[in-house]
């Protein structure tokens, strides 16, 4: 099923999935972690509701799309297009 997925699809999945299970590490050995007080509000909502609903994906987002604009490229270039 995964067979032939481009590399940049496995760098993507590591941030996300490490990112997750990096907080949940915390989380578990940090007692009170997820409610701790960052700027006012529960750590949880900056780290979880800002970062990992909005800047992580709009990264991944950007890596994917540059990588396929670029291995569009590298095709046309190979076929003998402009």
């Known amino acids: ?10 760098a993507g999945m590591a941030l996300m999935y490490g990112w997750c299970f990096f907080f949940m590490f915390l989380e578990m050995i940090i007692p009170g972690m997820p409610l701790k007080l960052f700027l006012g509000v529960p750590a949880c909502y900056t780290y979880n509701m800002v970062l990992a609903l909005w800047v992580i994906p709009i990264i991944v987002s950007y890596i994917f799309y540059s990588s396929e604009e670029k291995r569009e490229e590298l095709a046309m270039k190979s076929k003998g297009g402009n």
């Open 1 to 10: 099923m995964f067979k032939g997925m481009p590399k940049v699809f496995w």
